[in-house]
């Protein structure tokens, strides 16, 4: 340690000494803080940080071009079988039709036309097996 270093280490000494009450409260107070404050991101962790983003935006694409494409399979299926019965159940409880083939959920509140049509269509079906 050089005379000025001791001098200097003194002379720090001293003002902490010489601090009021508050005033070694705050500094105390700043030291926890800086002494709580993370780490600054390395550039691996920045990288590995974007990466996560990345993947998460692409999950999020992908269910939005599953969901695209089971709306659209749900588009084009006529719930029917090709000898012209209806591919649906009655799910009684929850009120609503449910497609076997594209699973979709018909609601008579939603579509009561095609509702109504595949309902009597199932209900026909129902009274041929009896
Ligand atoms: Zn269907």
Do not use: W
């Not at 579509?111 to 309902?119: R, T």
């Amino acid at each position: 340690m050089s005379k000025a270093e001791v001098n200097e280490a003194q002379h720090s000494n001293e003002q902490v000494l010489s601090m009021k009450p508050s005033e070694l409260a705050e500094l105390v107070r700043v030291i926890v803080q800086e002494a709580k404050r993370p780490d600054p991101l390395t550039p691996a962790e920045i990288r590995q940080m974007e990466q996560q983003q990345e993947q998460r935006l692409n999950q999020s694409d992908q269910v939005k071009a599953e969901i695209e494409q089971k709306v659209a399979r749900q588009n084009i299926c006529t719930h029917l079988r090709k000898d012209g019965t209806a591919r649906i159940v009655y799910v009684q409880n929850q009120n609503y039709l449910l497609c076997q083939k594209c699973r979709k959920i018909i609601r008579p509140e939603k579509e009561p036309e095609l509702f109504n049509e595949l309902f009597q269509l199932q209900m026909a079906n129902n009274q041929l097996f009896d």
